[in-house]
């Protein structure tokens, strides 16, 4: 090892005058931002492996040498120019999870697969120190390598000062010469390791990582990161003395952001193929369906919503268009029922089966635990804040399962707006302010605030039930789908319910039996397979192949809508435009907008979801169908009637009442001065509008003050 590192300027000169010739004269015109020479570990162990492998063992040694080596050849060639060289692309036997580092691997290269957590402020550091003897003004010059404490000379050098030494009892001491020095710029940044690589009911492992020069800066909370670090240990400090145990931070050396997504699931050429072949089966959609959370038995409606989490899984594709707006690609589905219809569960299992998928209940997350919290700054910032990402950033590119979505606290309610449809939230907090990528489909489930919901009429709204949530009406808007599960009690439904609970129930094996090692844990013994058998007898996918088969299409398939997919879907828009016109008897004076512009978009990402399913590179007309199909059915299922409804709340009818009320008000006032309670119901009856609904407007205009009542149930305008 002392041997590579003694020889290590010869082969750094001989690799870089050889292979990195024309980076060399690109420093040397000086039209970088930052002097940064970056090497490819790869092309480095091509060049010389023995070398490549010291560099992996000694690397600050080897590191510097090669800097120091740098810097000379530019001084050779007339130019001072104090460069950084970074290494990166290690090798896999080099990569380590943060939980497993340990003594071996100290001052070491090092890479691993982190989350972001938090960053700190930029703060400057000497890293050439220039030191003034008092006694002669000779100046020495020391590297600083030690970013915890600033090493000083401990004597002027006698071959070219005075040779006094500095100190207790010295003759001389040293100032340090600012303008001289050479500072770098050093941010700390907190990591955590990727949740899919936690085990199960264990913390993930959190380390700060020291961060120089050009990387200050490059990342932002909840960004998956590959980072190639140096471990290295300090002393614990306890009550101001030194103990023998020491903390692990790292250094680093370069970091690969993610450029193409859910690299973290490895897709081997048999998979691929197996996958192909599962894309080509004729009843995909079926086997997709039945392979969202088997062990849930769809009756009536929960077969479309399956189907519909199926495509939200897979999401539509997200667009940059001309003008830098962006068109969201995510499916967000929000699910409201009676307790007990499995809304957690299914939750539970989207959330495990979407790459990147994190799960959060409404009464245990406040709004900056959704979005990203201002906590004090740990790396010494003098009581700064950093930021802290929260669920919606750290699950971007993946999905957000929300269960409880109706106990988040009202004022938090308001973070997730812009997250939901501009996908990046703009945090200003703490005098922190910085925007992060939200990128990620949402799956909410809400319950009634009464325990139950109310019986809906054949013509109620959906929105009649989701006031009942209390959840505000502008957030019905933000979800492409809205389901309404109910628990309803149906014989022949209920038997095979029954049977499905408590053949699942009894299928499982002991949860003490498989800790303790003597019964061997069922979900591991369809690693590898690709179809699993339901108790009904019914094939579905197993979840370790369905994330490779979303990964795969997520990763390599972006279809593009093709002219037939939009002809069908123009023609159902407009056709719904005009379904409700404005001489209809029973909404004479109010246009209906059954369907609005943000239904099309909805609409679109279904259509892409399903060509994306189907590996297709562009969607087809059979796409087109099943989006409209379940586009349609939750519209039909939900009775709503005109879009504003989404957006307000107030349905068509209750509007249509207040302007059919006020009409006949003012009818009457003029026909005879005054109207009377008996002949105002009369006239609103005969246009659809009851009893109720004329005496709640006549109440509202008496306390706005538009009415005013002259004698009992006679009134007339203010």
Excluded at 287 to 305: D, E, K, N, W
């Amino acid at each position: 090892m002392t041997m590579a590192a003694h020889d290590s300027s010869a082969r750094w000169r001989t690799y870089l005058e050889s292979a990195k010739e024309s980076e060399i004269v690109m420093l040397l015109s000086k039209q970088l931002l930052s002097p940064v020479m970056n090497v490819n570990f790869n092309d480095l162990q091509a060049f010389d492996p023995e070398f490549a492998e010291d560099v992996l063992s000694n690397p600050r040694s080897i590191l510097t040498n090669g800097r120091n080596t740098l810097n000379e050849i530019c001084r050779e060639r007339g130019e001072d120019i104090d460069c950084i060289l970074r290494v990166g692309e290690l090798p896999k036997d080099s990569r380590r999870e943060l939980r497993d580092v340990g003594s071996a691997d100290i001052e070491k290269l090092r890479s691993s697969e982190v989350l972001v957590t938090k960053i700190s402020e930029i703060k400057p550091r000497i890293h050439r120190a220039v030191f003034q003897c008092e006694a002669c003004g000779h100046t020495v010059e020391m590297l600083q390598e030690n970013e915890r404490e600033l090493q000083e000379p401990l004597r002027c050098p006698p071959e070219t000062g005075c040779g006094e030494t500095a100190g207790r009892g010295g003759a001389t001491r040293f100032n340090l010469v600012m303008n001289v020095s050479r500072m770098v710029n050093n941010q700390w940044i907190e990591v955590q390791e990727v949740p899919e690589n936690v085990p199960s009911g264990a913390q993930p492992t959190r380390s700060q990582v020291l961060v120089e020069g050009d990387l200050v800066n490059q990342h932002l909370p909840g960004e998956r990161v590959m980072v190639n670090v140096i471990p290295v240990v300090h002393s614990e400090i306890k009550r101001g003395r030194k103990t023998p145990m020491f903390d692990i931070i790292y250094h680093l050396v370069s970091s690969e952001h993610e450029s193409a997504p859910f690299t973290e699931i490895n897709i081997s050429d048999e998979d691929r193929e197996a996958i192909l072949e599962v894309a080509s089966r004729p009843d995909l959609m079926q086997l997709m369906q039945r392979s969202i959370a088997p062990s849930i038995f769809a009756t009536g409606v929960m077969h479309y919503v399956k189907r519909s989490l199926a495509l939200q899984l897979f999401g539509g594709v997200s667009r940059i268009n001309d003008d830098t707006t962006r068109s969201r690609g995510d499916i967000h589905i929000l699910l409201m029922g009676d307790p007990g219809v499995a809304k957690s569960q299914l939750l539970n299992y989207m959330s495990k089966l979407s790459p990147r998928g994190m799960f959060a209940s409404g009464g245990g997350v406040s709004g900056a635990g959704l979005t990203a919290a201002a906590v004090r700054d740990d790396f010494g910032g003098g009581g700064r804040f950093a930021l802290e990402a929260g669920v919606l950033p750290l699950s971007d590119r993946g999905m957000a399962a929300i269960d409880e979505f109706d106990k988040i606290q009202a004022q938090d309610r308001d973070h997730i707006l812009p997250a939901m449809e501009q996908q990046r939230l703009s945090i200003s907090k703490g005098g922190v302010k910085a925007t992060l990528n939200t990128r990620c489909s949402i799956l909410a489930a809400a319950n009634p605030v009464e325990g139950r919901f109310t019986r809906r009429g054949p013509n109620e709204s959906v929105m009649t039930s989701f006031k009942e949530t209390g959840l505000p009406p502008p957030l019905a808007s933000r979800f492409d789908i809205i389901w309404m599960l109910r628990d309803e009690v149906r014989a022949e439904d209920d038997e095979r319910i029954a049977r499905h609970i408590l053949q699942v129930r009894t299928r499982g094996v002991s949860e003490t039996k498989i800790e303790g090692g003597t019964e061997f844990d069922i979900r591991d013994s369809n690693e590898g397979e690709i179809f699993d058998t339901g108790v009904d007898g019914s094939d579905h996918l197993t979840i370790d192949f369905l994330r490779k088969y979303i990964a795969y299409a997520k990763r390599n398939i972006h279809p593009d809508v093709s002219e037939d997919s939009i002809a069908i879907i123009q023609d159902y828009y407009t056709k719904e435009r005009q379904s409700f016109s404005k001489s209809s008897a029973t909404y004479q004076d109010t246009e209906v907008i059954p369907i609005t512009p943000r239904a099309l978009e909805a609409l679109i990402r279904l259509t892409e979801a399903h060509a994306k399913m189907n590996l297709r590179e562009k969607t087809t007309t059979e796409d087109a169908k099943v989006a409209l199909a379940v586009f349609r059915h939750w519209r039909e299922e939900s009775g709503i009637e005109d879009e504003s409804e989404l957006h307000s709340g107030v349905s068509v009818s209750q509007r249509n009442a207040s302007m059919i009320v006020r009409n006949a008000l003012k009818d009457l006032c003029s026909e005879r001065g005054v109207a009377e309670l008996t002949a105002l119901l009369n006239r609103c009856e005969s246009s659809g509008v009851s009893e109720f609904q004329v005496e709640e407007v006549v109440k509202k205009m008496l306390r706005a003050g538009e009415l005013f009542e002259k004698s009992n149930n006679h009134y007339s305008f203010a």
